[in-house]
């Protein structure tokens, strides 16, 4: 009964007994019958993979293959960064260089003579400003 | 000043032999180092097909790159990074797509007649009891995050050293230990219960 309580209080397994017993697993291995199955699959894999890496879908497995092994966060850091590049560049370029450059000329200013100067007013008839009908002497105001 | 001599990769002859193409020296590499992948990728993934199917992978992946590899590494530190790799994708993948625990995984994995316990077959009583103990330290395994299941498998399961885990996971040994001896705690904690039960 003592020996039980005192098992029951001392319950927390050491260190050298958690080792030993993830050392059990060591032991645990496939048989050699898996392994003959495994080569056959291997095999069989790699030939079909070369027989898929000549044509257009072979080239397209691969560069999906190249975009997976550099990892989507790695290719969205390079993006990014090729971007900043692209637009640092284009706005640090001053306007001027590369475009054809024109040489300024001096504005000329041609007088022409107006032709026929001397019609360009035309006399219009007098006009006699007179009232026609004239009131009383007396409405009269001025 | 000195530089210090790396002793030499013990898979040189079949990493020389299958760059050239012979395909019988990648499969010797294959059944050299199945096993030990095997047992990591399981552990992480705790899901049979998943396992075999990202061990399919693991070796297309080091078949296709072995042109690349010039040994800076040995073979196994580098088949074990692609490994890695490609297991901590795998489940952060996973994750975002299913939204499943770990815990809703392969309940039956214990179970699994394609894994051969080699050891305890003489002492059935012992292996039952082993195999409660061992669904309740999953069930802890599976409560740790993805990196510290990982260098817990490496150390205890793999038996790998510290240096070995820091070389593949590209760390420091100190990061190792003290990962380790985090996981650990959590491990002893959650299994604090189970222990209580059994003695």
């Known amino acids: 009964m003592i020996h039980k309580t005192f098992l029951s209080i001392a ?132 | 000043m000195f530089r210090q001599l790396r002793p030499p990769d013990p898979d040189q002859d079949l990493v020389t032999r299958a760059q050239q193409g012979d395909t019988r020296a990648f499969d010797a590499l294959v059944l050299k180092y199945g096993d030990k992948l095997y047992g990591l990728v399981y552990n992480m993934t705790s899901h049979k097909e998943d396992t075999h199917d990202l061990l399919q992978e693991i070796f297309a992946r080091a078949y296709q790159s072995l042109g690349k590899f010039r040994g800076s590494a040995t073979f196994y530190t580098w088949i074990y990074q692609i490994a890695v790799n490609l297991t901590l994708n795998f489940l952060k993948k996973r994750k975002r797509r299913t939204g499943l625990s770990l815990s809703e995984m392969d309940a039956k994995a214990r179970q699994d007649p394609a894994l051969i316990d080699t050891t305890h077959e003489a002492n059935p009583e012992r292996q039952t009891n082993l195999h409660e103990l061992q669904g309740k330290l999953d069930e802890a395994m599976k409560k740790l995050s993805d990196t510290h299941r990982m260098v817990v498998t490496m150390f205890d399961i793999q038996g790998m050293s510290h240096a070995e885990i820091a070389k593949v996971l590209k760390s420091s040994e100190g990061t190792i230990r003290s990962r380790l001896h985090y996981a650990h705690q959590q491990l002893q904690s959650a299994l604090q219960d189970s222990w209580e039960e059994r003695f």
């Open chain 1, 11 to 142: 319950v927390k397994p050491t260190h050298d007994q958690i080792t030993s017993l993830l050392a059990e697993k060591r032991q645990q291995v496939p048989d050699e019958e898996y392994w003959q199955r495994f080569l056959c699959e291997f095999h069989s894999n790699q030939r079909q993979r070369e027989l898929n890496s000549t044509g257009v879908t072979g080239i397209v497995s691969r560069f999906g293959r190249w975009i997976s092994e550099m990892g989507l966060t790695r290719f969205a850091y390079g993006f990014g960064l090729a971007y900043a590049g692209v637009t640092a560049v284009y706005l640090l370029t001053p306007p001027s260089v590369g475009e054809e450059r024109i040489a300024p000329t001096p504005a000329s200013y041609q007088i022409v003579p107006a032709a026929h100067a001397g019609t360009a007013v035309q006399s219009l008839p007098g006009v006699e400003i007179v009232p026609r009908v004239l009131a009383p002497v007396e409405k009269r105001v001025f």
